[in-house]
């Protein structure tokens, strides 16, 4: 390990007046990228980042504004500063692999002000082979006792005008197309939202975390955060002119401050990602080894699994969440004029049953089986009106449940608060203990509407508390978590490895009903590179009637068939739907048979080639098994890749069972066209492969 200290002597003037500069250099364990730290002649910090002898970040400045204090701007000296070097291995219970490297440098610089109060504030760097991460602490002080911030001031001044690809600075949703542009053409405020969106919030021109950007030499970065935890999430507000990055944390239309916490206390990780080439973004750990060890300790009661249920046909019109209760006196009540269109029947979940029992497929989802669903969004009184234990009258929960168990299958549980907080909190406990009475071991959470109580976001501090608190509750009673409508992934689910996945992003669901078409074929390959370096992500592929003209006309997915198969491999998850409806996966069982073999979690990941927002290749190995499975997607261009199968095991020959684009498949004009192959691998293999416009490529590899 390298680290330097500098005392600079600087001389201006004809009075030769001098000032004291501390500088502090730190290196990564493989001496590729250096941090630079110190404070200027006023006393105000800075910092740099260098990336094989090039400026990653110039000359960036540190602080805080504070309702109840003097900022923390300048005036500071150091009093103490300390190295280390850490190197440890540890294991993922589930996940993209099982063993984490954690290897960094690490600097602490301890700061006080000159100034009679004498503040305290430590700074903290880390530096990895593939990034670096810092965040603020607040040490016990005399003189600082409670911490208003108005805003964080951390700089990210860049030295290039990248490519980058953005959603905007939204406080309550990620749900947006993102955009490519150059650094110095970002326009949020100017985004064109979907009209499905319309009630967004997107006050500042800022951007999302992640956010990534490409360099003219083949430099990638991605800017996020780690370990959120009672704190406000973090959007970064643009400054196109001169090409920088500000921190802009999420608020409140209740205070004037944006987070309020009490010493002594640390602020999430800032984290920069830096790598050379697309590929390793993705294979970068340095999100979740920010954040804190296993806390749950034996989390084994969770299982990884595949899923099919009572969702897609809502989103199609097919059917509906609500059954047609009436209020009366208070209480939901059957007044015998049920609408016939809900989903979440009795004899409609069986059907589901059965058929995730005969496909090797775990669990069935269960959408819209509690009483609430008649006024869930858009009413003002809808605080109380969702109860999370009490089923509509068409659906036996003692019933489904003994019928699950027979067929071994789990049935995951749905809470839907419609942003109704105080709703949820009040019924958390008694929901989970139903769960738990069950032996329901997975809950997909709801976020969707404007939060109750009024005034607050989805990104603020009031609801990274609601969010954190509720897996850290579901935790007690064996439950793990699935949010949606989410506050962002930081790699919580390393502390807590009940948070298994989240939306928070555009999903499947825009294409059945999106008024602008859907997702278009390079969405997914912007998200690899983007949010799904956040964490695990619920997109629920697998979607085989790719125009369903029977229910939406107006609608499609905009990807091929082979596209949607590449999806269980390409995007990460520990829980994936299979999505579609039963009846189209029961008239095509040659393409159903991916879904049947592929896998959930992983030993080992190689992301093999990949472009940001053109095309990924991931291929990744069940720890199950040790079958190897392979999935590659393309943007609405046509590309020829070669697959290098030097990842397989050696001396170990594979039946490679291949799902490919047909030779006349386009994500439009013919998405079913898929072409089915087998032939044997060898780890010395190297097959050229087509991908249509939109299309993709599913491989299982199975060892003979």
């Not at 150059?182 to 006050?203: C, F, G, R, W």
């Not at 989970?432 to 501090?461: C, D, N, R, T, W």
Request: with cysteine; hydrophobic share 35%.
């Amino acid at each position: 390990m390298k680290i330097r200290f500098f005392l600079i002597i600087a001389c201006f003037g004809v009075f030769s007046s001098c000032f004291i500069e501390q500088e502090m250099m730190l290196v990564s364990p493989d001496e590729n990228i250096m941090l630079d730290f110190y404070l200027d002649k006023s006393g105000k910090p800075h910092y740099e980042v260098f990336y094989k002898n090039s400026t990653i970040i110039k000359k960036s400045s540190l602080g805080f504004d504070f309702e109840n204090t003097n900022p923390f701007s300048d005036n500071f000296e150091v009093i103490n500063s300390s190295i280390k070097e850490f190197n440890e291995t540890w294991q993922k219970p589930w996940g993209e692999q099982i063993d984490v490297v954690n290897h960094y440098n690490e600097l602490r610089v301890e700061l006080q002000e000159k100034s009679e109060l004498k503040r305290k504030l430590n700074i903290v760097f880390k530096v990895y082979d593939d990034g670096v991460g810092f965040r603020y602490e607040f040490p016990e002080q005399k003189n600082f006792k409670e911490a208003l911030i108005k805003e964080e001031n951390t700089e990210f001044n860049l030295t290039e005008d990248y490519k980058t690809f953005w959603i905007p600075g939204d406080w309550d949703i990620y749900e947006h197309l993102y955009s490519t542009t150059k650094l110095s053409e970002i326009d949020a405020l100017n985004y064109k939202v979907n009209d499905a969106l319309a009630q967004t919030s997107i006050p500042e021109n800022a951007v999302n975390t992640p956010v990534t950007l490409v360099g003219k030499e083949g430099i990638h970065l991605s800017f996020h955060e780690a370990a959120l935890v009672d704190y406000s999430g973090m959007t970064l507000k643009v400054d196109p002119k001169n090409l920088s990055f500000k921190s802009n944390l999420v608020g409140s239309r209740n205070t004037t401050y944006k987070v309020k916490r009490k010493l002594p206390f640390h602020t999430p990780w800032r984290t920069i990602q830096i790598t050379d080439n697309a590929p390793d973004l993705i294979a970068s750990n340095l999100i979740v080894n920010l954040n804190e060890p296993n806390k749950l300790g034996d989390v084994s009661w969770f299982k990884p699994m595949k899923y099919t249920g009572v969702w897609w046909e809502m989103h199609l019109g097919k059917s509906s969440w609500d059954y047609g209760m009436e209020m009366v006196n208070g209480k939901w009540t059957d007044t015998g004029k049920a609408h016939g269109k809900h989903g979440a029947t009795t004899e409609n979940v069986k059907r589901f049953i059965d058929f995730s029992a005969k496909n090797n497929i775990g669990g069935v989802l269960v959408e819209g089986w509690n009483t609430g669903w008649e006024r869930w969004i858009g009413f003002e009184d809808r605080e109380g009106v969702f109860d999370f234990v009490t089923p509509y009258p068409d659906y036996n929960l003692n019933e489904v449940t003994a019928y699950a168990k027979e067929k071994g299958v789990e049935i995951i549980m749905h809470h839907e608060t419609s942003a109704a907080t105080k709703t949820y909190e009040k019924q958390q406990d008694k929901a989970y203990a139903l769960m738990q009475k069950y032996g329901m071991h997975a809950v997909k959470s709801g976020y969707v509407g404007k939060i109750l109580p009024k005034g607050e976001f989805h990104h603020g501090q009031y609801m990274v508390n609601q969010y954190n608190n509720a897996a850290i509750k579901a935790a007690k009673y064996q439950v793990a978590v699935n949010a949606h409508e989410p506050i962002k992934a930081t790699g919580l689910r390393r502390t807590y490895p009940n948070i298994i996945s989240r939306e928070g992003l555009r999903g499947q669901e825009f294409n059945a009903w999106s008024p602008d078409g859907g997702n278009p074929p390079e969405h997914l390959s912007i998200v690899a590179f983007t949010r799904m370096l956040a964490g695990p992500v619920d997109f629920t592929p697998g979607i085989f009637n790719i125009k369903f003209n029977e229910y939406k006309k107006d609608n499609q997915v905009n990807t091929t068939l082979a596209h949607q198969l590449a999806l269980y491999v390409v995007v990460y998850s520990p829980v994936q739907m299979a999505a579609d409806l039963v009846e189209h996966y029961e008239t095509n069982p040659k393409p159903l048979q991916f879904i049947k073999d592929v896998g959930v979690d992983w030993s080992e990941t190689k992301v093999l080639n990949g472009e940001v927002g053109e095309f990924v290749t991931i291929a990744r190995k069940e720890r199950k098994t040790e079958n190897w499975f392979l999935g590659s997607i393309t943007d609405e261009k046509s590309r020829e890749i070669n697959i290098d199968f030097s990842f397989l095991d050696d001396n170990a020959i594979y039946e490679a069972k291949v799902y490919k684009d047909g030779k006349s498949a386009h994500w439009d004009k013919n998405p079913l066209d898929i072409e089915f192959d087998t032939f044997t691998v060898k780890n010395e293999s190297k097959v050229k492969f087509n991908l249509a416009e939109g299309g993709g490529l599913a491989i299982s590899l199975i060892k003979k």
